[in-house]
């Protein structure tokens, strides 16, 4: 079928034909449907009871990356090969203006789908799990988590020590109990644990699911807490997820209004395991179902163990949940990551055109030079500071610009044209975020201590300063219209390439 499809193109689209685009094109897209196809099998949330103790996602995500980085290397290598066999501007063939330019957008899509096979990977999976459930209902899931986790094992709030200032010094002093709305509690009461939040939540979230929990037991609202462990198993049972406890049990276990100290510690899981805490707060001994003593070493000192004999499966949905958050408020591909593929398959695409137009010797000579040139600018830099790479880096690319055009008008012969032509290529795209960067840094070197002002709760805040945050704020809307700028750049240069080549060579 290719062969056909070549050979139709070789009369009716020469430059098609020898680009090779559609077979590899096609090959491309294939690879897509695959890792699209893996990523959407591995969005599928885990909810079973090893989910929160799964180490080997990161390390599976990670094989899939390089293994789509070792398709396109291998992808990159056979099409250059076959397309780097016949050059028709090299040989002269009769080329219009907007040939070159043709050649370099047909390269740009073929490096652009050879790139992103990692891109079709995350997509897929993160809409995988988007697709369970809802934003809405997703939040409304690790509200109940965060309330419920009140009544599970785990951390206190209040320290055993409190620090208090006595004769003019501030010293430590260990206490046994702290105050709620002044009411006083012990230590290892249920009204001292710490909600346990989720990382989609803020702070100001946590403080107020953790003033209505605890404005629950303060006030004696038992359908509340009812109501919290029964939505909690019916997400448990849901997902088919085991507990030995019902949630009447769970509430006869933990609720001794209004002290709340005498109370069973559920665990988080099937096999959950503990250890005594030695910082001065301890959940009391008979909370706990099974003592193993001196059962494991911690810091050369042996410690007791733990075993609740009562356990809901709670880090398994937290952990769960948590992922399906996180693919829905904060995905894997974002704008930023997006802007990363675009611009490193800009970068291959400017490679292979400036090797085509100019040759192997002249790209070798500009990637060795430009090398060295990078590094000198490297060293001026960070001894000068400030703004000094970004003016080296105008200066060195504006005067790159001046010696091709001298030799473009002059028609005195190419002389080294060649080299500078494939950095003036590669310099391009960088050009417009350097004059970017440095009005900014200009901007916030003008403002004393701009870094600090984020932080005041005075009248000069970040905000005051109006250019400074509307360029840092636009900076993704700049990197955008540096793509088309850049794409425009090599469109206007195309034609003047054409026009070099016809200079003598010395």
């Known amino acids: 079928m290719f ?38 099998i591995s969005g599928e949330v885990d909810f079973s009871e090893k989910n929160y103790q799964n180490y080997d996602s990161g390390i599976t995500t990670g094989i899939i990356v390089f293994f789509s980085i070792v398709v396109s290397i291998l992808v990159f290598i056979i099409w250059l090969v076959l397309y780097s066999r016949n050059n028709a501007f090299k040989s002269f063939y009769p080329k219009n203006n907007f040939s070159l330019f043709k050649e370099f957008l047909y390269i740009l899509l073929f490096c652009a789908l050879n790139c992103t096979f990692t891109l079709s990977y995350f997509a897929a999976k993160d809409l995988r799990m988007r697709n369970y459930y809802t934003e809405k209902e997703v939040i409304k899931k690790l509200e109940i988590l965060s309330l419920s ?75 509340s807490v009812k109501w919290v462990f029964d939505a909690f198993m019916k997400m448990a049972k849901q997902h088919n997820l085991k507990s030995n406890i019902t949630a009447e049990k769970w509430f006869e276990l933990v609720y001794d209004y209004p002290e709340f100290t005498k109370y069973t510690v559920i665990g988080p899981g099937k096999n959950y395991t503990n250890y005594a805490n030695t910082t001065g707060i301890e959940e009391p001994a008979e909370a706990y179902t099974t003592t193993a003593v001196d059962s494991n070493t911690i810091a050369g000192e042996s410690v007791k163990q733990f075993y609740s004999k009562y356990y809901v499966p709670f880090d398994s949905l937290s952990s ?161 219209f540096n793509i088309a700028f850049s794409i425009l750049f090599i469109f206007l240069f195309s034609i003047q390439i054409k026009k070099w080549k016809g200079i003598a060579e010395d």
Request: hydrophobic share 45%; glycine share 6%; with cysteine.
């Open 3 to 40: 062969k056909n499809i070549q050979d139709k193109l070789l009369i009716s689209n020469p430059l098609l034909w020898n680009l090779k685009i559609v077979p590899f094109a096609f090959i491309a897209l294939c690879f897509h449907i695959i890792f699209f196809a893996i990523g959407y």
């Open 149 to 223: 986790s009140v009544f599970i094992d785990g951390a206190f709030e209040e320290s055993g020590y409190v620090n208090i200032q006595k004769n003019g010094q501030m010293i430590t002093e260990q206490r046994d109990h702290f105050f709620y709305k002044n009411r006083k509690y012990s230590l290892n009461s249920l009204m001292n644990k710490e909600l346990q939040s989720q990382t989609s939540f803020n702070n100001h979230k946590d403080s107020i699911l953790r003033a209505r929990v605890k404005g629950w037991l303060y006030d004696n609202k038992k359908d």
């Open 320 to 480: 769960a949940y948590r992922d399906i958050y996180r693919a829905q408020e904060n995905p894997t591909i974002d704008l930023d990551s997006i802007y990363i593929f675009l611009y490193v398959s800009i970068a291959f695409s400017i490679s292979i055109f400036s090797f085509k137009v100019t040759s192997g010797r002249n790209w070798l000579i500009a990637l060795v030079s430009l090398g060295v040139t990078s590094i000198i600018i490297g060293i001026f830099s960070a001894m000068s500071g400030g703004t000094t790479f970004f003016i080296l880096y105008l200066l060195v690319f504006f005067g790159l610009l001046a010696h091709f055009i001298i030799t473009l008008t002059s028609k005195n012969g190419k002389g080294i044209s060649g080299i500078t032509l494939n950095q003036i290529l590669w310099l391009f795209p960088g050009v417009l975020p350097t004059i970017y960067y440095f009005i900014l840094e200009i901007s916030r070197s003008s403002v004393s201590y701009y870094d600090q002002l984020n932080y005041v709760n005075g009248v000069e805040t970040r905000e005051s300063y109006t250019k400074i945050v509307w360029m840092e704020d636009h900076f993704p809307e700049m990197m955008l």
